[in-house]
């Protein structure tokens, strides 16, 4: 089966590969690229932990081949932080709400989470839990991370 | 790699996907978002030789007003339409049958046209398309562009009157005006989840008494493809709101279904109930819509909704 030559910019970066066409973009970060922090939980687009950005839409990058990508701008957890560590207000507000246990779905709920606020800064409950709701956690009963996403809404209104 | 392997191919133009299918035949899949396909690959509930992924079709996507009509290009997805003005005001039930589908991660690359082609009969596209009487466009190599109107479109579980090497370019809905009012309701286990049983109505009141002028019931996951609850929508046509109880209609709407499902969620006596109420609730909810609209002639369902 031909294999693709594709090039994406992932984090900043660019990105050049040669990838089978079933090659998963979930794969591609993990094995090809090394960024492990994109979490692969059901591999069939039930469970959220594999949310990314594509072009700045969250996506589920288990359910696109890396192929699909091609030419996309990426950005990964790995991507969200500030050059010297410093947490972004979503990740900073799921640590400070107690927003993860054993952190294996976090990643794809700061995709998803950081993709909500940009699109609607101010949610209503109702508009978290709907936005929330392909994500899944199985240790915090959500309550944490509800919390966090009206924590960190809070503080990008006050300027991050 | 979950998948069995296969070949790619992504065509620039309408044209060349046409020459593409007509030339691989029954051993390629076409891929738009892959938010069904991909996992049915990846659980090898399914296996092609060459996906043509048609996405970067510009002539695919996009949502237009013609001719009184409003088209859907098949590529759009579902989070287009769902943020589209433009659809909200023309074709409402299309707007809020959208949340109802996936997840937003789903609905950020699920496509409209993969909806319709997949033809999950608990899908929410579907069930509208079939409402609305849409015309879906299809196009082939060989036969050029037909049109199929939505009745004959869905033709089993997860078939179409597709054929091999056609591909679908969009549909076309009418847009109703006048005081309509229009609603879908479904009941699934867990958010995201495919229906168990719903419900997509369209509804017209005449101006004088609150009569039924049309009324349009499609039912979803209450069978092999989405189906009109014809009996029902008949039993309420001509007659005054006052004396039409949405149960009525429910139950009426799922009295002759031949094939309803039964499985793991329940019974079809379960399903039954499940899209009677469904239906019923959708009813309501679309008449009352109408019923709020004033009884003017030229207040238009868009100028209403607009103003």
């Not at chain 1, 992932?10 to 970060?29: C, H, I, S, Y």
């Not at chain 2, 979950?2 to 593409?20: G, T, V």
């Not at chain 2, 049109?147 to 090497?165: D, H, K, R, Y």
């Amino acid at each position: 089966m031909a294999e693709w030559q594709v090039r994406m910019v992932v984090n900043g970066q660019a990105v050049e590969q040669a990838v089978e066409p079933r090659l998963t973009l979930a794969d591609l970060l993990r094995d090809r690229l090394g960024l492990t922090g994109t979490h692969l939980g059901c591999e069939h687009g039930v469970c959220g932990a594999c949310t990314v950005l594509v072009d700045g839409a969250a996506v589920r990058s288990c359910l696109m081949f890396a192929v699909q990508a091609d030419g996309r701008e990426v950005t990964t957890v790995e991507g969200v932080a500030a050059d010297d560590g410093t947490l972004s207000p979503v990740q900073a507000a799921l640590r400070d709400c107690h927003g993860l246990q054993c952190g294996f779905c976090s990643p794809g709920f700061v995709m998803t989470i950081t993709a909500l606020l940009r699109d609607n800064p101010d949610p209503s409950d109702e508009e978290i839990r709907e936005g929330l709701s392909g994500n899944l956690c199985r240790c915090t009963g959500y309550q944490g991370i509800i919390a966090a996403v009206r924590h960190a809404a809070s503080a990008l209104a006050n300027g991050g | 790699m979950k998948p069995a392997p296969f070949d790619y191919h992504r065509p620039d133009s309408l044209d060349e996907a046409a020459a593409l299918l007509a030339e691989l035949g029954d051993g390629a899949k076409v891929l738009a978002g892959g938010q069904s396909l991909i996992p049915m690959l990846a659980l090898r509930l399914a296996c092609f030789d060459h996906l043509v992924d048609i996405s970067r079709i510009d002539a695919l996507r996009g949502v237009e007003r013609r001719d009184g009509t409003l088209w859907v290009g098949a590529t759009t997805t579902e989070s287009a339409i769902g943020a589209d003005p433009a659809v909200a005001a023309a074709v409402p039930l299309l707007a809020r049958a959208t949340p109802l589908i996936g997840h937003a991660q789903i609905r950020n690359r699920g496509t409209f046209g993969g909806s319709v082609a997949h033809a999950d009969p608990a899908a929410e596209y579907p069930a509208v398309v079939l409402a609305l009487d849409a015309e879906l466009a299809a196009c082939s190599a060989a036969g050029g562009q037909r049109v199929i109107p939505a009745a004959q479109f869905f033709t089993g579980l997860w078939s179409t009157a597709l054929e091999p090497e056609e591909l679908l370019v969009g549909a076309r809905f009418p847009v109703w005006s006048g005081r309509c009012g229009f609603a879908i309701e479904e009941f699934a286990r867990r958010s995201g989840d495919f229906a168990i049983a719903g419900a997509a109505v369209a509804v017209e009141l005449d101006d004088g008494e609150d009569r039924v002028r049309r009324c349009a019931i499609a039912l979803l996951g209450m069978g092999p493809t989405p189906v009109r609850a014809a009996g029902a929508e008949a039993a309420v046509t001509g007659r005054p709101l006052a004396e039409l109880e949405p149960a009525d209609v429910g139950a009426t709407a799922v009295a002759g279904l031949a094939d309803v499902p039964s499985d793991l969620h329940g019974p079809q006596s379960y399903r039954r109930r499940v899209g009677a109420v469904m239906t019923a609730r959708a009813f309501a909810a679309a008449t009352a819509e109408a019923a709020a609209r004033p009884a003017s002639a030229g207040a238009g369902n868009e100028a209403a909704t607009s103003g």
